[in-house]
């Protein structure tokens, strides 16, 4: 069956297609729990399907055309974000492996290159994926680790070009910069080398795109005699690697959405018996950091523990290791005394180990923040130090702290309207001493300002906003607002600085995250309070979040477009759905929209692992509350707000039927009258899930993006 916008007869005399495509209708039925559910696009599953594939062209075709108006604007947008970004940026060293690293940019480079620093002679170009990408012709590039050797001679690195996540893991000699021959294919994220240099441990991942496996190869063997060293057959969990920041273990987690389980292997012997630290217990995340001699670093080597066990928020917690072939304890842990505060409202969210220090990275009101305890004192006996973002409503984050000797640190600050600026710490002082400020050419920051503001909720709960704003512009003013959100997983939303979100300021566009439950800026209850049968607090939230926009005066009721990513489009979905007069146009980008279908299916990538975060819909209240805010069981009725919507062929995370079927669906609930406008811009090339990883090929998408906006907003003009 031809689809419409193949069709001659869609096609006016100069070729412009006059019609949105027309999927064909081919009725499937789901049924669980009494309830029957019709699919007609179930088939576009298939993408080996032809028919799927030219379903998918005529869409990427008709939102070519749809928007090739808006060229001179996107043009516009991608110059001013260019002239924003500068062409060369020296980095930030950072110490691993006894050696000064960098990443640094060159002009017109898509991607940093890692430099080795050196003291007595040049500079050293460690590894560069700017060669790599030419090299192999690839338009699409991300690599999956990067690890330098303990011995500081090799470099593990691991790369995917066409965007589906399974990178292909390779070795480089760092005396020569040859790579080895030594290469694996369909690796996952996350490494880790042994003592001696001489081996590395990596996961592989199952049919569903779960790293269900730790493998262990030895440089200059066959790749075939790598040896599993941990099998997790447990579908709800997936395995994790990384080296301990000492480099005694090789750390391997199991984790579901809300259990933990960690496996110590000696990083020097290879033939040493794992050490689990305590069996998994549904519900009970901990996370290890190795404390070597100690708290004051004299005595026996110890552990820290953050975990959940007896405390919602998580508490720090002091532990033995196992022995060889043994499982720890929970019952030995004993909780630091200080590392919380007592008055509570604190999220413990990780803890590093430093030579004299003990830093921990918390949140608390929305604030992220970092505590410092001297390990020359016992636990509680002197008041922490707190290292707090300068910046109003911004984020700090620790840079790159890979060295266990250190007794200063690099942290990041930045928010939505100041670039990243790094600052260097005294631990014992607190100190802190600006190294680097990203250069933003032409930028003013007195132009503008950020605040947070409050919403309140039908519930009674407060919802925070951080917004961003040229500074002058008239409140009440009716140039809209972009909102953001995402909200799920317990991720947080800090704001970040973005050269596209000056472009909108410029134009007097007011931008706006909205810190929904499900994310975790408000700590573990904050996502507790968010998911499972509680996910509709979610989209409530997002509502608040509008309604505090308009009452704080930067937006105008019917002035608003919203914008999320994956489980972020789905909440666009949702807001499109249940609340559509309110928008001006949403923005759902690789949306997970098809949740009951997809919840459905073990087979599909990551379901299983899912359940935790959605439901099971196999549980009949699961089902029932899936089924009340799906996007495509709930697609209302017109008149429908605009609809942008992205997908990726290449997408292991969000299936691209998944957006397809909703536009399809939507395309085919229309009123004849009234036809939504509804676009679809599917990546058919090499693509990845969050879109394009290359820093210019970035800069074009977003303007794309915004000017889809814009044109919504009505605001082609050049900002004043």
Same mark, same amino acid.
């Given at each position: 069956?031809?689809?419409?916008?193949?069709?001659?007869?869609?096609?006016?005399?100069?070729?412009?297609?006059?019609?949105?495509?027309?999927?064909?209708?081919?009725?499937?039925?789901?049924?669980?729990?009494?309830?029957?559910?019709?699919?007609?696009?179930?088939?576009?599953?298939?993408?080996?399907?032809?028919?799927?594939?030219?379903?998918?062209?005529?869409?990427?075709?008709?939102?070519?055309?749809?928007?090739?108006?808006?060229?001179?604007?996107?043009?516009?947008?991608?110059?001013?974000?260019?002239?924003?970004?500068?062409?060369?940026?020296?980095?930030?060293?950072?110490?691993?492996?006894?050696?000064?690293?960098?990443?640094?940019?060159?002009?017109?480079?898509?991607?940093?290159?890692?430099?080795?620093?050196?003291?007595?002679?040049?500079?050293?170009?460690?590894?560069?994926?700017?060669?790599?990408?030419?090299?192999?012709?690839?338009?699409?590039?991300?690599?999956?680790?990067?690890?330098?050797?303990?011995?500081?001679?090799?470099?593990?690195?691991?790369?995917?070009?066409?965007?589906?996540?399974?990178?292909?893991?390779?070795?480089?000699?760092?005396?020569?910069?040859?790579?080895?021959?030594?290469?694996?294919?369909?690796?996952?994220?996350?490494?880790?080398?042994?003592?001696?240099?001489?081996?590395?441990?990596?996961?592989?991942?199952?049919?569903?795109?779960?790293?269900?496996?730790?493998?262990?190869?030895?440089?200059?063997?066959?790749?075939?005699?790598?040896?599993?060293?941990?099998?997790?057959?447990?579908?709800?969990?997936?395995?994790?690697?990384?080296?301990?920041?000492?480099?005694?273990?090789?750390?391997?987690?199991?984790?579901?959405?809300?259990?933990?389980?960690?496996?110590? *292997?000696?990083?020097?012997?290879?033939?040493?018996?794992?050490?689990?630290?305590?069996?998994?217990?549904?519900?009970?995340?901990?996370?290890?950091?190795?404390?070597?001699?100690?708290?004051?670093?004299?005595?026996?080597?110890?552990?820290?523990?953050?975990?959940?066990?007896?405390?919602?928020?998580?508490?720090?917690?002091?532990?033995?290791?196992?022995?060889?072939?043994?499982?720890?304890?929970?019952?030995?842990?004993?909780?630091?005394?200080?590392?919380?505060?007592?008055?509570?409202?604190?999220?413990?969210?990780?803890?590093?180990?430093?030579?004299?220090?003990?830093?921990?990275?918390?949140?608390?009101?929305?604030?992220?923040?970092?505590?410092?305890?001297?390990?020359?004192?016992?636990?509680?006996?002197?008041?922490?130090?707190?290292?707090?973002?300068?910046?109003?409503?911004?984020?700090?984050?620790?840079?790159?702290?890979?060295?266990?000797?250190?007794?200063?640190?690099?942290?990041?600050?930045?928010?939505?309207?100041?670039?990243?600026?790094?600052?260097?710490?005294? *631990?014992?002082?607190?100190?802190?001493?600006?190294?680097?400020?990203?250069?933003?050419?032409?930028?003013?920051?007195?132009?503008?300002?950020?605040?947070?503001?409050?919403?309140?909720?039908?519930?009674?709960?407060?919802?925070?906003?951080?917004?961003?704003?040229?500074?002058?512009?008239?409140?009440?003013?009716?140039?809209?607002?972009?909102?953001?959100?995402?909200?799920?997983?317990?991720?947080?939303?800090?704001?970040?600085?973005?050269?596209?979100?000056?472009?909108?300021?410029?134009?007097?566009?007011?931008?706006?995250?909205?810190?929904?439950?499900?994310?975790?800026?408000?700590? #573990?209850?904050?996502?507790?309070?968010?998911?499972?049968?509680?996910?509709? #607090?979610?989209?409530?939230?997002?509502?608040?979040?509008?309604?505090?926009?308009?009452?704080?005066?930067?937006?105008?009721?019917?002035?608003?477009?919203?914008?999320?990513?994956?489980?972020?489009?789905?909440?666009?979905?949702?807001?499109?759905?249940?609340?559509?007069?309110?928008?001006?146009?949403?923005?759902?980008?690789?949306?997970?929209?098809?949740?009951?279908?997809?919840?459905?299916?073990?087979?599909?990538?990551?379901?299983?692992?899912?359940?935790?975060?959605?439901?099971?819909?196999?549980?009949?209240?699961?089902?029932?509350?899936?089924?009340?805010?799906?996007?495509?069981?709930?697609?209302?009725?017109?008149?429908?707000?605009?609809? *942008?919507?992205?997908?990726?062929?290449?997408?292991?995370?969000?299936?691209?039927?998944?957006?397809?079927?909703?536009?399809?669906?939507? #395309?085919?609930?229309?009123?004849?009258?009234?036809?939504?406008?509804?676009?679809?811009?599917?990546?058919?090339?090499?693509?990845?899930?969050?879109?394009?990883?290359?820093?210019?090929? #970035?800069?074009?998408?977003?303007?794309?993006?915004?000017?889809?906006?814009?044109?919504?907003?009505?605001?082609?003009?050049?900002?004043?």
């Amino acid at each position: 069956m031809a689809l419409s916008a193949q069709d001659p007869r869609d096609r006016d005399q100069t070729g412009s297609i006059q019609s949105p495509p027309v999927a064909p209708r081919r009725q499937s039925v789901h049924e669980a729990h009494g309830v029957q559910r019709i699919d007609d696009y179930a088939w576009l599953r298939d993408t080996s399907d032809p028919e799927t594939l030219e379903y998918l062209r005529a869409e990427r075709a008709f939102y070519d055309e749809q928007t090739a108006r808006l060229a001179d604007l996107r043009a516009e947008l991608a110059a001013e974000m260019e002239s924003r970004t500068p062409a060369h940026s020296p980095g930030v060293p950072w110490r691993r492996s006894g050696r000064l690293w960098a990443s640094r940019t060159r002009p017109g480079d898509e991607y940093e290159h890692l430099v080795l620093l050196s003291s007595g002679g040049p500079d050293v170009v460690a590894l560069d994926p700017n060669e790599i990408a030419r090299a192999e012709g690839a338009e699409h590039l991300d690599l999956g680790l990067v690890e330098p050797s303990p011995d500081g001679k090799r470099l593990a690195y691991s790369v995917d070009v066409s965007g589906d996540e399974a990178y292909e893991l390779r070795f480089r000699d760092l005396t020569t910069g040859a790579d080895l021959p030594d290469r694996v294919q369909g690796t996952y994220y996350g490494g880790a080398w042994s003592a001696d240099s001489g081996a590395f441990h990596y996961t592989l991942a199952d049919d569903q795109n779960r790293p269900d496996r730790v493998v262990r190869h030895v440089l200059g063997t066959p790749v075939e005699e790598d040896v599993v060293l941990v099998t997790e057959p447990d579908r709800r969990f997936e395995l994790e690697v990384a080296a301990s920041r000492d480099g005694r273990w090789v750390v391997v987690t199991s984790e579901s959405r809300d259990t933990r389980e960690v496996t110590l *292997l000696d990083a020097a012997d290879p033939q040493a018996l794992p050490r689990v630290v305590a069996a998994r217990r549904p519900g009970v995340e901990y996370a290890v950091e190795a404390l070597p001699g100690g708290w004051f670093g004299t005595g026996d080597d110890r552990l820290l523990i953050v975990t959940n066990d007896d405390a919602v928020e998580f508490r720090l917690a002091e532990a033995p290791v196992p022995k060889a072939g043994e499982t720890g304890d929970p019952s030995s842990w004993v909780t630091v005394p200080g590392a919380v505060a007592r008055t509570g409202g604190e999220r413990l969210v990780d803890v590093a180990v430093l030579a004299g220090h003990v830093l921990l990275s918390v949140r608390r009101d929305a604030e992220p923040f970092l505590r410092v305890m001297s390990r020359a004192s016992a636990p509680g006996q002197v008041s922490p130090r707190e290292i707090h973002p300068h910046l109003p409503c911004g984020q700090i984050r620790v840079h790159r702290l890979e060295d266990p000797r250190a007794r200063d640190l690099v942290v990041v600050e930045e928010n939505l309207v100041t670039a990243p600026v790094w600052s260097r710490v005294d *631990l014992d002082s607190g100190a802190r001493t600006v190294v680097h400020r990203t250069p933003v050419p032409g930028l003013d920051p007195t132009r503008y300002v950020t605040e947070r503001v409050w919403g309140t909720g039908a519930d009674g709960v407060r919802v925070p906003v951080t917004i961003a704003r040229r500074r002058g512009a008239l409140q009440r003013a009716t140039n809209g607002a972009l909102l953001y959100g995402y909200g799920a997983y317990e991720a947080c939303s800090w704001p970040e600085f973005s050269v596209a979100t000056l472009s909108l300021l410029d134009r007097d566009v007011c931008y706006a995250v909205a810190h929904v439950r499900g994310g975790g800026e408000l700590g #573990r209850r904050w996502w507790l309070e968010g998911r499972l049968r509680a996910k509709a #607090r979610t989209f409530d939230d997002f509502v608040t979040a509008r309604a505090a926009l308009v009452e704080s005066g930067w937006a105008v009721p019917g002035e608003i477009v919203t914008r999320g990513l994956s489980a972020g489009g789905l909440l666009q979905g949702a807001v499109w759905s249940r609340a559509p007069e309110l928008w001006r146009g949403v923005v759902a980008e690789v949306p997970f929209v098809d949740v009951v279908t997809t919840m459905s299916d073990d087979t599909i990538p990551l379901t299983v692992t899912e359940w935790d975060e959605w439901g099971n819909p196999a549980d009949r209240d699961d089902f029932a509350s899936m089924l009340s805010w799906s996007p495509y069981d709930n697609v209302p009725p017109s008149p429908r707000p605009p609809l *942008l919507v992205t997908g990726a062929l290449h997408d292991p995370r969000v299936l691209v039927h998944e957006p397809a079927k909703w536009v399809a669906r939507i #395309r085919a609930t229309d009123d004849p009258q009234a036809p939504s406008d509804v676009l679809f811009r599917v990546e058919l090339a090499e693509g990845a899930h969050a879109g394009p990883t290359g820093r210019y090929a #970035r800069l074009r998408y977003e303007a794309e993006i915004l000017a889809w906006v814009l044109d919504r907003l009505g605001l082609a003009a050049r900002p004043t």
